[in-house]
Nanobody
Framework: QVQLVESGGGLVQAGGSLRLSCAASGRTIRRYALGWFRQAPGKEREFVATINWSGERTYYADSVKGRFTISRDNAKNAVYLQMNNLKPEDTAVYYC?????????????????WGQGTQVTVSS
């Protein structure tokens, strides 16, 4: 079993920044791709960003490209999401996820573990 715990969410004004963290416990996540998803009220959960096991490959949704940066620290069993220039439409619950896929482009069906989520609210 793997437990993923997100932190770092909160309320921020448009144009501001937040850094989300996801700490893993239980079995290691070092050899797995990790990612971030988000879900706004009344909407489907959507892919935000993924990073491969070594951190060399990242992949972003078009809506966040150039504003968000995903990174990981395998020594700390953690993954991060730096969010800059936040917009009101970024408001959502953000979820950390682990995938069993070798090359993961954010398919929800390839997630085997989810975190519980952290709320991000961007005011205009």
């Amino acid at each position: 079993q793997v437990q993923l715990v997100e932190s770092g969410g909160g309320l921020v004004q448009a144009g501001g920044s937040l850094r989300l963290s996801c700490a893993a416990s239980g079995r290691t996540i070092r050899r797995y791709a990790l990612g971030w998803f988000r879900q706004a009220p009344g909407k489907e959960r959507e892919f935000v960003a993924t990073i491969n096991w070594s951190g060399e490959r990242t992949y972003y949704a078009d809506s966040v490209k150039g504003r968000f940066t995903i990174s990981r620290d395998n020594a700390k069993n953690a993954v991060y999401l730096q969010m800059n220039n936040l917009k009101p439409e970024d408001t959502a619950v953000y979820y950390c996820a682990r995938s069993y896929a070798v090359y993961w482009y954010g398919a929800v069906t390839e997630v085997d573990y989810w975190g519980q989520g952290t709320q991000v609210t961007v005011s205009s």
